[in-house]
């Protein structure tokens, strides 16, 4: 019960007679007590959730006959600057031996002329609305039943927002079990007291409107935030008095998934991470998206490089303009400048009319260099140009094109060592380097592993439209102890095999690849670390497999291993395994 008590300024007769019986309509247990703390009068939902009748209480010291409802705050009567507080939720028996949680609270009662003549006392049965969903007939039980089976979730609330019903669709949905939420306010599974989805359902509660269709938010059990659809209403009694709350609710994320990528719009919902590093650069991006300030986002092979550019072109002030993206690595050489830059007509045989490139494509938007560290030094000057001047000439064409592009490049090599090695100008790194953004590999932020894995397998359900299972402890051991040499990309490629594979409730280790649950098991010494050359040889193997596995098919195979199809021909033309 969250109502602000105000002290009654009424003699103890008839007025406080007239109080209980308005309690008694709300189904709210009251009693009175003089200022001797005697008791004068006990509505009948008090004696019902008591267990006592009027004769056996009135007149009697109320510490006498409420000992299974001790006084654990000050007595309003002798301290009335404790008035409003509220007592711990407690449990009594009533006279039927059923046991209540009850919310107690008191106030006290004032004479015409300010002195404080007695107390009030409140009882808040928590149970109304469970006893709506839960009645002794059959036909109410098996709604019970129904609700608890249907892929919608649903809860209820009594008039505190305290959560009193909890279905497995809720607890799918959200990741907590019930026993977490059970009498624990509806804000921990929002974003907290004024999240508009809290005001909308006390707003049903207060006013009795039904509000439909919302587009809101929840939070699961890790903190991750999951688009909803949800519809709050007002639950009566058998009285057609409001006793609570109930809250019915869709999981959005595949139609979230889908307005992503048809709009192409990211945001940091769509990044995950509460380890420090990752803290840092969500900080980093919320200051350089804006900005029309050039990026180089470093990271290792399927860190998430792709995503991080899209949000912060999605934050920045181009987000209306195209994203264009240009892997270095896979447009051949002879082929990357007329790619990149756009050629006129006559440049070259077969170039019968002019040809816009990549950076015309993204004019007043981003353009995103993907893997830089493989552009060819004969372009590196050109590129320079257009980060100084703003301007390019087309392939075969004697005119500079002006053009207006925020430039933001990505790599899995570190440039200043390719700088110190002659494969990269060093001029041009610097003004690449305006600002630079790493990304750790994932076996460095193991405290995210839990939030990735449930978004991820959260994610590929809803795509599949089924009930993501859940995941026994020993493959969640298995998954926690193993490195990703692939990072995101290749825990992704992980979990949508286990679901492919699994058809239980549970995922269990024989879901998981084979390679993967042959990692060190816990408890066991640390490996020491593995020599350069014997690292190259188990990569080595794993391509080897890989390639086995696939018939040789270079596209599934870098899908198996979690990484691109350019970064895997990079790798086996470096183990000399090209086929």
Known sequence: MTMAMKPVHHHLGIRCDHWLDVMDELNIGAFVADVNRRITAINLSAQALLGLREPEVVDRDCREVFTGVPCTVECVILHPDTTGHRDPDMEVTDEENQRHLITRMATPIYNPRGEIAGCMTILQDHSPITQL????????????????????????????????????????????????????????IFSGERAPDVCLLKNSIASGKIHSSHQGRMTDRDGVTIPIRANYMA?????????????????????????????????FHDMIGKDPAMQKIFEMVAVVAPSPATVLVEGATGTGKDLLVKVIHSASQRAAQPLVKVNCAAIPENLI?????????????????????????AEGGTIFLDEIGDLPLSLQAKLLRVLEDREFYPLGSRRTRKVDVRIISATNRQ???????????????????VMRIELPLLKNRRGDLPLLIRHIVRSLCAARAVAPPAISKTAMQILLNYDYPGNVRELENIVEHALIICREAIIQPDHLPDYVTQVQQPGAAPKSAAPPEETDSREARRILAALEITGGHRGNAARELGMERTTLWRKMKKHGILR
Do not use: W
């Open 415 to 433: 440039l200043k060592t390719l700088v110190d090695r002659g494969l990269f100008r060093e001029d041009l790194f610097y003004r690449l380097n």
């Open 235 to 267: 639950l009566r009694n058998e009285k057609n008095v409001i006793v609570g709350g109930l809250a019915t609710f869709h999981d959005m994320t595949l139609a979230h998934q889908l307005n992503r990528a048809i709009s192409n719009r990211y945001t």
């Open 133 to 188: 969903i839960d009645r002794l007939h059959y036909e109410e039980r098996s709604l019970k039943i129904i609700l608890d089976n249907l892929d919608v979730g649903i809860f209820t609330v009594n008039r505190g927002g305290l959560i009193n019903f909890f279905n497995r669709a809720a607890e799918t949905i959200s990741g907590y079990d019930r026993h977490q939420v059970l009498g624990q306010s509806c804000a921990m």
């Open 337 to 361: 400048e007329s790619e990149i830059f756009g050629y006129v007509k006559g440049a070259f045989t077969g170039a019968d009319r002019d040809k816009p490139g990549r950076f015309s494509d």
